[in-house]
């Protein structure tokens, strides 16, 4: 079945780390962008960081020097390794991803369920 998965949410102080794991699973042919999203209790759904194929990276503002996506092609896999933390980081995070799957000549985009990461004060 195609989809993302998502793990390594939880509870934790502020100042804190967490690691979120997002894995692709099905036949894949070709990931494309890769990223994360949050969304906090009654705001909209925001972009955290993403990261292309070729491995360049974007950043929202708020997480710049805290945050680090990465990704491993061979797993299909994007990590979001998230320190400093803070109680405004709560939220639910989102994985994203444009995934071209085998026997498909075009690019869907797909999202993970989600996992709650809650940062206490």
């Known amino acids: 079945q195609e989809q993302l998965v998502e793990s390594g949410g939880g509870l934790v102080q502020a100042g804190g780390s967490l690691r979120l794991s997002c894995a692709a699973s099905?036949?894949?042919?070709?990931?494309?962008?890769m990223g994360w999203y949050r969304q906090a209790p009654g705001k909209q759904r925001e972009l955290v960081a993403d990261?292309?194929?070729?491995?360049?990276?974007n950043y929202a503002e708020s997480v710049k020097g805290r945050f680090t996506i990465s990704r491993d092609s061979a797993k299909n896999t994007v990590y979001l390794q998230m320190n400093s933390l803070k109680p405004e980081d709560t939220a639910v995070y989102y994985c994203?991803?444009?995934?071209?799957?085998?026997?498909?000549?075009?690019?869907?985009?797909?999202w993970g369920q989600g996992t709650q990461v809650t940062v206490s004060s």
């Open positions: 994203n991803a444009d995934i071209r799957y085998s026997g498909t000549y075009y690019f869907s985009n797909y």
């Open positions: 099905g036949s894949i042919f070709s990931i494309n962008a």
């Open positions: 990261i292309t194929s070729g491995g360049r990276t």
